[in-house]
């Protein structure tokens, strides 16, 4: 699932060369993974308009279109992809938009698990979930005093509160992995049982993560915007082999629709099930 680091490179990839262009041809291959809230269909919406602006919004990525106010948001959920190619380029069969831009580039958006979304809307608003959105986890706004304040009512699980995107934006199970064994938490310790330093760790280790990440990124993933790259974490995806600071074998739970992976030497901790 594209979390915060990788919307974020993605973005700055794109923007120099989506900018300025103007969309000559949409096709629609999947209907059924766009939502139309302006009721013009796609195709008709879109095509003739240039792009003013690529944005990230959390783990929403938003094309603003120009002539008047109009968005393109892509919410990619677990298996979104977007590529950027040669026009006449093999699309994979589960293409569900390509965007034909006047430079000859085309901009697909793929989904294999069918989950994500396409809008096109006039009124980011009505978007589900990106009005609600809370303060992006790099916003420099997010002090640690504020984030200390936003987080009081999350009561639950440390790792599935860094997830809640109306808490703070962009972090998913990936990198909530990296942040609570950057940051020496247990996992699925509740909120309520961290302490004001362990709670700080979170914050300062939120930050660390996720800019070192993007640095990583930015040096990797070019123009393949559409390879996640996750090879380079510390226990994310990393079942079974050596914590990178103590050695220890890192553990894997399954969750309900995901795996996350911590190290009990250096995040110690019980599960408790309620
Ligand atoms: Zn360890």
Known sequence: MPELPDLEVIKEFLQPRLVGQTIVEVEVLRPIIVRDLTREGLAAGVTGRS????RRRGKFLVLDLEQRPGHLVLNPMLAGR????????????????VLRLADGQELWYTDAKQMGKLYLTDDLSLVPGLAELGPDALDPELTLERFVERIRPYRGEIKG???RQPFVAGIGNAYSDEI???????????????????IEQVYTAMRAVLIEAIEVLRQRVGAEIHVEIR??????????????RCGARISQL??????????????PGTLIKQ
Do not use: M
């Open 51 to 54: 792009i003013s602006a690529v």
């Open 82 to 97: 977007l590529h950027y190619e040669a026009a006449g380029k093999r699309r994979p069969e589960y293409a569900v938009a």
């Open 161 to 163: 509160v860094l997830t």
């Open 180 to 198: 609570c064994w950057r940051a020496r938490v247990y996992p699925f310790r509740k909120r309520t049982s961290l302490s004001a330093v362990e």
């Open 231 to 244: 090879d380079f974490l510390a226990v994310h995806g990393k079942g079974g082999q050596a914590c990178p």
């Open 254 to 267: 399954k969750g309900q629709d995901y795996y996350a992976n911590f190290c009990r030497s250096c995040q």
